[in-house]
């Protein structure tokens, strides 16, 4: 059963930056044969895609509110994500979640929630 942990939110002032990471683990196959992304939610609402990545990394995706600030990576041989988010703006308050996917995907299917089978317990990223 894929276990996948968030880790590094937090509270931080508008305009200033955060990275969050997400660790895979208990996986069936090589992390490097996942595509993964990161998604947030506000409450009551709808998850959203934030940004998304192929499995080998050559391919990544982004919502359009994030064009230009979040920069999405992974480290194949440590099985982590990671989503750098800089000029943060308190409208990014939200939970953020850590996402995975077996094989291969178009890279227009990265932000569909959809597309994703495995989910962390998510981390809380506040903007004030």
């Known amino acids: 059963h894929v276990q996948l942990v968030e880790s590094g939110g937090g509270s931080v002032q508008a305009g200033r930056s955060l990275r969050i990471s997400c660790t895979a683990s208990?996986?069936?196959?090589?992390?490097?044969?996942?595509?993964m992304g990161w998604f947030r939610q506000y409450p009551g609402q709808e998850r959203e895609g934030v940004a998304g990545?192929?499995?080998?990394?050559?391919?990544?995706d982004y919502a359009t509110f994030v064009k230009g600030r979040f920069t999405i990576s992974r480290n194949n041989a440590r099985n982590t994500l990671t989503l750098q988010m800089d000029s943060l703006k308190p409208e990014d308050t939200a939970m953020y979640y850590c996402?995975?996917?077996?094989?291969?995907?178009?890279?227009?299917?990265?932000?569909?929630?959809?597309?994703?089978?495995?989910w962390g317990q998510g981390t809380q990223v506040t903007v004030s």
């Open positions: 996402a995975a996917g077996p094989g291969y995907i178009a890279p227009r299917l990265l932000l569909s929630s959809s597309s994703y089978a495995y």
């Open positions: 990545v192929t499995a080998s990394g050559d391919a990544t």
């Open positions: 208990s996986l069936t196959y090589s992390y490097s044969t996942y595509f």
